[in-house]
């Protein structure tokens, strides 16, 4: 049986897909995830490419492969330095 994978965000650079357990999430060189905050704590998986992250108060450049773990209500922005993937555990 074969299902449709379903798109949850789609703007400029930016798609992600819900992959039941998992986001899976490419963006384009230069594209930003806006500052954003979640209930519940985060864990991020850098596939491919170059990001800056901002986490909190603190800035770094992440190059994959890499986790990132957000704690909950913790704002943080990420900018695509290069084409990237990355996934999120839900």
């Not at 450049?61 to 290069?82: E, M, R, W």
Request: net charge negative.
């Amino acid at each position: 049986m074969t299902e449709k994978v379903k798109i949850i965000e789609k703007l400029e650079g930016v798609i992600a897909y819900d992959c039941d357990k998992v986001y899976y999430v490419r963006l384009q060189k230069g594209a930003v995830l806006s500052d954003h905050s979640h209930n519940h704590k985060e864990t991020v998986f850098l596939m491919e490419g170059e990001a800056e992250a901002i986490i909190g108060e603190k800035t770094q450049i992440v190059k994959a492969p890499a986790k990132l773990v957000i704690p909950s209500n913790i704002y943080h922005k990420f900018t695509a330095l290069t084409d990237l993937i990355g996934l999120e555990i839900k």
